[in-house]
């Protein structure tokens, strides 16, 4: 059974980094036939997309993010992890780490979830 | 960026009666390989969101037959066939044409 599991501090301050991890358990990061994402909902609100990583290193970022935020593979932990810059209150939110499986043809979604965790940016 | 709007944004349901959403993008999300780019996902309370249909009409693996999807271009919807109890939640609309953005959600509970 593939799962996925966050973790990272609860609580940063703004201007610093926010760094969270996904470790990934039932299937290999190495796995060309996927890519690994991260997504985040802000309190009361929708879903935002952050972006993925696959484990040759290619990666997609919302262009809204983009200069903030790097994704990043460790295939030796079978993690992936997101680095998002120069916080602000704005970037308090769940955070979603996600598996993009494809279906028949091919085509890639959300299949797979983290629990999601929290990460609020105050002083 | 492709926006993406839900109608309703709430709906009460009753139990096996049917219950429809719709899901309308600022472009279409028809690609040049004949597929639309629109996927459906439901939160349920408390819980992550899990994928139900993919590429407009395509059921994801394990989800039950009374969910369908339909619609191309701009226009989709998400449909019940008979509303269980277990259906409450938040139900997003996301397309996947460019830079995925997602619907503001539609909240589904029991009347």
């Known amino acids: 059974q593939v799962q996925l599991q966050e973790s990272g501090p609860g609580l940063v301050k703004p201007s610093e980094t926010l760094s969270l991890t996904c470790t990934v358990s039932g299937v290999s990061v190495s796995s060309g036939s996927y890519y690994w994402s991260w997504i985040r909902q802000p309190p009361g609100k929708g879903l935002e997309w952050i972006g993925y990583v696959h484990y040759s290193g290619s990666t997609n970022y919302n262009p809204s993010l983009k200069s903030r935020v790097t994704i990043s593979v460790d295939t030796s932990k079978n993690q992936f992890s997101l680095k998002v810059n120069s916080v602000t209150a704005a970037d308090t939110a769940v955070y979603y780490c996600?598996?993009?499986?494809?279906?028949?043809?091919?085509?890639?979604?959300?299949?797979?979830w983290g629990k999601g965790t929290t990460v609020t940016v105050s002083s | 960026d492709i926006v993406m709007t839900q109608s309703p944004l709430s709906l009460p349901v009753t139990p096996g009666e049917p219950a429809s959403i719709s899901c309308r993008s600022s472009q279409s999300l028809l690609h040049s390989d004949g597929y639309n780019y629109l996927d459906w996902y439901l939160q349920k309370p408390g819980q992550s969101p899990q994928i139900l249909i993919y590429?407009?009409?395509n059921r994801a693996s394990g989800v039950p037959d009374r969910f369908s999807g339909s619609g191309s271009g701009t226009d989709f919807t998400l449909k019940i066939s008979r509303v269980e109890a277990e259906d409450v939640g938040v139900y997003f609309c996301m397309q996947a044409l460019q830079t995925r953005t997602f619907g503001p959600g539609t909240k589904v509970d029991i009347k």
């Open positions: 996600a598996r993009l499986g494809s279906g028949d043809p091919l085509y890639y979604f959300m299949d797979v």
């Open positions: 590429m407009g009409s």
